[in-house]
């Protein structure tokens, strides 16, 4: 079933899985994404374990029909939930079963059956909630005293993605900081001299960032006829900031036509290149 709104054709999606769903999530919203004029009504149910919960599903299915995906591991909840979309006509996808199957094959073992096994309490899960406290405690400029520390630390004028981008860095392991570079004023030592971490510098189109600016203004009630959100301004503000990060020798990324986690992806190359020269 399908529904039209805002001239865009929106389709039901049903993401089901035994553990948080985000997997499942995220292989839905990519493919989804490949399609022009096309959105997603997404019906979450993760911690599905129970027959009960699998015929709580299949209810909601029947009540808005679309496509299913699933990762389930445990067989018993995965036959009710195909015989139970096989009976309504509604096409019921397993979307890893075909990369465990083959890394089964490879690696000549057996799948063992546990829900949320990538989630487990390991120590890239401990280093994930370290680097997240780090990251709420050392955005914007705060915390200078032990930036240093820092794995990267991000610079770039304001509404330059810095705070989303350190916020997924964290969710990859990275402690990262951000400080921004403020017009007429010097950016702290503390940065300067941080010889162990990373420095990237932010930039972007001066048109698209006026733009963001000026609807930032407009949600916080305020002036928009100000030198933040001048373009003359902006330009001059992000050619100083790119000469800092010229005269520093930092790595430049223009987030203009990035989304967050492509420049996330370049910064942890650039990180990862930097690890092996070391």
């Known amino acids: ?8 054709v929106r389709v039901h999606l049903h993401l089901v899985s035994d553990s948080t ?7 839905a919203r990519a493919a989804i994404a490949q399609f022009e004029g096309i959105g997603a009504i997404e019906h979450n149910w993760p911690l599905v ?24 591991v445990e067989p018993e ?10 009976k309504n006509s509604i096409p019921c996808i397993p979307v890893l079963d075909h990369v465990v199957d083959a890394l089964s094959a ?3 073992l057996a799948v063992d059956h546990k829900p949320g096994r990538q989630h487990e309490l390991d120590d890239q899960y401990f280093k994930r909630i370290e680097a997240m406290q780090f990251v709420l405690v050392h955005d914007d400029g705060q915390s200078l005293f032990d930036v240093h520390l820092a794995d990267v630390i991000l610079v770039g004028v304001s509404r330059s993605s810095k705070t989303p981008t350190c916020v997924y860095l964290a969710n990859r392991g990275i402690k990262a900081a951000n400080v921004p ?4 004023h010097r950016l702290p030592n503390e940065v300067l001299d941080a010889r162990e971490s990373l420095v990237v510098g932010l930039t972007s189109n001066p048109d698209r960032l006026v733009q963001i600016r000026r609807n930032r203004l407009s949600l916080l009630s305020e002036d928009k006829d100000t030198d933040y959100a001048d373009l003359e301004s902006v330009r001059e503000e992000i050619n100083q900031a790119k000469k800092l ?11 203009s036509r990035r989304s967050i986690e492509e420049t996330a992806a370049s910064i942890m190359a650039l990180y990862r290149e930097r690890l092996q020269l070391d």
Do not use: S
Not at 50 to 71: D, I, S
Not at 245 to 255: C, E, H, L, S, Y
């Open 181 to 184: 570079i403020v017009p007429g």
């Open 1 to 8: 079933m399908t529904v039209q709104e805002a001239g865009e």
């Open 77 to 86: 909840l995965e036959k009710i939930l195909q015989e139970g979309c096989r």
């Open 49 to 72: 374990r129970t027959n009960v919960q699998v015929e709580k599903v299949l209810a909601m299915v029947g009540r808005n029909p679309g496509m299913v995906l699933y990762t389930l």
């Open 245 to 255: 990060f010229n005269a520093r020798g930092w790595p430049v990324i223009d987030i």
């Open 106 to 108: 490879h690696l000549g």
């Open 21 to 27: 769903g985000e997997t499942v999530g995220l292989v």
